[in-house]
């Protein structure tokens, strides 16, 4: 029997791409006045739920969907967590 | 010389495309629907600008998956042409036929404008009607021009002498200033390593027209002649 995960993908900007919207992001927090905010990186969230039989088996087919489609590893990195749904 | 021109959903640029290769070169030209994949009969592909799927998840990102694009990949291996323009460049390094990638400008603005470029060397099918080193004028129009690519790959590129457009000021000097977008060595256009595929963010088409008073664009697609 199969069991439905719920997912959700991280996908960053690999650290040696700039980010210019992290950038921008950064400074509009610093003029609001937290001073502390020492680096920002934007990214992307994804997710999704799908069937599998096993947690193995899902985590094989994420990792061919962000390599085939939802991540450009030239540029991006990812990371992933799921969940069993009851 | 048979020109193909695909047509993605979002694809806006492939009208102005056709009215050089067909309307100014008298070239036999047809437009290549995004789902259909026979393209034998033709010899150059187009993939013009314009927003492919809406640009969603990474510009050329979805496109890279339709149909005709397995074609294309064939075309291409078969050493056949293949010209990808400003959008078209996008879906050329997504679908992996040119190396990098290409991200948001350096000042997250979209950028209109016509900027001076220098033709690197002009031993090249796109570049040899012009002279080496030439500086030539051409418009851009694009969010995600900024060309990346790591370390190893930019090297190759220089080694092989495939970055055929690059960003200079008027005096053909190449200048962080005169960078629109903040590309890595300011590259505007490369090909692949035999020469047959060209990837470009300016917009060649749209300056091949006399009645425009911009025809810097033209030799380039008089050179597949």
């Not at chain 1, 390599?67 to 799921?82: A, K």
């Not at chain 2, 047809?30 to 998840?57: A, E, K, M, N």
């Amino acid at each position: 029997m199969s069991q439905q995960y719920q997912c959700r993908i991280y996908v960053t900007l690999r650290p040696s791409v700039l980010d210019p919207a992290g950038t921008a992001v950064q400074s509009g927090l610093q003029q609001l006045g937290y001073s502390e905010v020492e680096r920002v990186r934007v990214g992307k969230y994804i997710e999704l739920t799908l069937r599998a039989e096993d947690e193995e088996t899902a985590k094989q087919h994420l990792d061919q969907m962000c390599d085939q489609l939802l991540v450009n590893t030239v540029i991006e990195n990812y990371s992933f967590e799921l969940t069993p749904v009851a | 010389m048979k020109f193909g021109v695909i047509v993605f959903p979002g694809s806006n640029c492939d009208r102005d495309v056709e009215m050089v290769t067909k309307g100014i070169l008298n070239q036999p030209t047809r437009f290549i629907w995004h789902q259909d994949t026979d393209i034998d009969d033709l010899d150059v592909i187009v993939i013009p600008g314009g927003f492919s799927y809406g640009d969603y998840l990474r510009c050329g990102a979805i496109a890279r998956f339709s149909n005709v694009m397995k074609s294309v990949m064939e075309h291409a291996k078969q050493g056949k042409y293949v010209l990808g323009i400003c959008n078209g460049f996008q879906v050329l390094t997504e679908s992996g036929l040119l190396p990098g990638a290409l991200i948001r400008n350096r000042d997250l603005h979209f950028i209109c404008d016509r900027v001076p470029l220098k033709v690197e060397q002009n031993q090249s099918v796109w570049t040899k009607n012009y002279q080496s080193q030439q500086i030539l004028t051409l418009p851009i129009a694009h969010g995600e021009g900024r060309y990346y690519a790591d370390d190893d790959t930019l090297k190759n590129l220089e080694d092989n002498q495939q970055i055929l457009f690059r960003y200079v000021n008027s005096h053909g000097e190449i200048t962080e200033d005169s960078n629109p977008n903040g590309s890595l060595h300011n590259i505007a256009g490369i090909c692949n390593q035999q020469g047959n595929v060209l990837g470009m963010m300016p917009h060649p088409e749209r300056a091949a027209d006399q009645a425009l008073k911009a025809i810097d664009g033209l030799a380039l697609f008089q050179g597949l002649l």
